[in-house]
Nanobody, 125 residues
């Protein structure tokens, strides 16, 4: 499984961006996919996740109401629509795939089996 994240860039506060994560495999078979981010000088943190069946989504409190995660199973692509971007959203964003059910929670990085290389989002004030 290979994951390729793209769509990052430099934007101003209040702007929108959509990140994409193209998978080499059939994501319809993946139990869950997620986005994480790592800001400069900080640890990587959970942003959002989406299960396959049922299509349950979860968000970090800091992005709830502004970001939307979705998946296109036919295109084997995961998306993150980011609206009302803030300078604190500046980070490298990583997509991740969890192939099978695990007892640990959706926000734990150890759940995820495969990771993309990251795409940089910079939000200026």
């Amino acid at each position: 499984v290979q994951l390729q994240a793209s769509g990052g860039g430099l934007v101003q506060a209040g702007d929108s961006l959509r990140l994409s994560c193209a998978a080499s495999g059939r994501i319809i078979t993946y139990y869950r996919m997620a986005w994480f981010r790592q800001a400069p000088g900080k640890e990587r943190e959970f942003v959002a996740s989406i299960r396959y069946k049922p299509a349950i989504t979860n968000y970090a409190d800091s992005v709830k109401g502004r970001f939307t995660i979705s998946r296109d199973n036919a295109e084997n692509t995961l998306y993150l629509q980011m609206n009302s971007l803030e300078p604190d959203d500046t980070a490298v964003y990583y997509c991740a795939a969890q192939l099978n059910f695990k007892a640990s929670s959706y926000y734990q990085q150890s759940n995820y089996d495969y990771w993309g290389q990251g795409t940089l989002v910079t939000v200026s004030s």
